[in-house]
């Protein structure tokens, strides 16, 4: 038993998308299991988003609200993400992409105009980075996203008939009830419910299991988009090997960028670590919905990283407490 709690905790996050991956694929494909399967399913799309609440409010706890202040590999990793996106705008048209070659890039786009994922404060916290920086970035990326998608996806997409305000707004009720609200909420414990305060960041890593948690949810959720896809597998894959290049390039880059300020970590996790559950949503709503494929691969891709940056610090006896 000690063995297994071992295993668990040195590898929480393959172990959690593992275990969401082969829990999907068993009730889906298990006919016995089909009644439960209808019923979790509801269920699981209910309690995600506490669990992603939970997670920052834990990890706000331990936030001090003092630091938090734009620095600047912000602005690097800003200008790197407006390029990005305005290079896969500009391909799609100018070549006036249609058909597969439009979704491939709708894929790509919907990767790289994500915001930082609400989950990087607890992997770069772990990582030995610094709180503060990665919880200000986190927040001045989802604003800017909410300003990107209604500026570029009518230009990509005509069919998509809501309005810029429409849009933004849209956005921004999403941003606040996943984001401001959790920071509000812990703000409000730190600073005057100090016993509970103390409780919750007495227990080592809570956020980073309450993720791992949000993670085998996630996991399970993406296999079954990839599974119930349209398509041939050969186009599936091509996505796939897209957003592996992604996220090769926005961890590499960002990664480089911190370095010149001695914060390659917080950098390089602001960079690559997208906030993929945000991104399968806008391609859903205002692209075509196979294209949410690619933000579904780009989930395994940057949590094979966070898996292989996590063992290589707890091999040098690095690893922190979140």
């Not at 997670?55 to 630091?67: I, N, P, R, Y």
């Not at 600047?72 to 790197?80: D, F, Q, S, V, Y």
């Not at 398509?231 to 996220?247: D, N």
Request: glycine share 6%; aromatic share 16%; charged share 10%.
């Amino acid at each position: 038993m000690s063995f297994f709690l071992k295993f668990l905790r040195d590898w929480t996050l393959p172990f959690s998308m593992s275990f969401g991956a082969l829990m999907y694929l068993l009730f889906a494909y298990t006919p016995a299991l089909n009644d439960a399967a209808l019923f979790f399913d509801p269920i699981f799309e209910l309690i995600l988003p506490w669990f992603m609440f939970l997670v920052l409010f834990v990890t706000f706890c331990k936030v001090d609200f003092h630091k938090m202040r734009p620095v600047a590999w912000h602005a690097w990793n800003i200008l790197l993400q407006l390029v990005m996106v305005g290079i896969i705008v500009g391909i799609i048209l100018y070549f006036r992409l249609q058909g597969n070659d439009l979704i491939l890039m709708e894929s790509a786009l919907t990767c790289v105009i994500a915001p930082c994922a609400t989950a990087a404060a607890v992997v770069t916290s772990k990582l030995g980075g610094n709180l503060e920086s990665i919880t200000t970035y986190t927040f001045i990326t989802n604003f800017i996203t909410a300003l990107l998608v209604p500026l570029c996806f009518p230009m990509v997409d005509p069919d998509v008939t809501m309005t810029f305000w429409q849009s933004f707004l849209q956005i921004l009720y999403k941003v606040c009830m996943v984001l401001v609200m959790p920071m509000v909420l812990a703000y409000i414990v730190k600073h005057f419910m100090h016993r509970l305060h103390r409780k919750i960041i007495s227990i080592r890593d809570l956020s980073y299991y309450l993720w791992g948690c949000s993670l085998t949810i996630v996991t399970g959720t993406t296999v079954k988009h990839i599974c119930h896809a349209q398509t041939g597998v050969g186009f599936l894959l091509m996505i796939a090997l897209l957003s592996l290049l992604f996220c090769f390039v926005l961890f590499v880059v960002g990664r480089y960028v911190g370095s010149h300020y001695g914060c390659s970590v917080d950098a390089g996790q602001a960079s690559f670590q997208k906030n993929t559950a945000f991104a399968i949503w806008i391609a859903y709503t205002y692209l075509t919905p196979l294209s949410s494929v690619g933000p579904g691969c780009y989930i395994l891709w940057q949590n094979i990283i966070n898996s292989l940056e996590l063992w290589q610090k707890r091999k040098k006896g690095e690893l922190r407490g979140s």
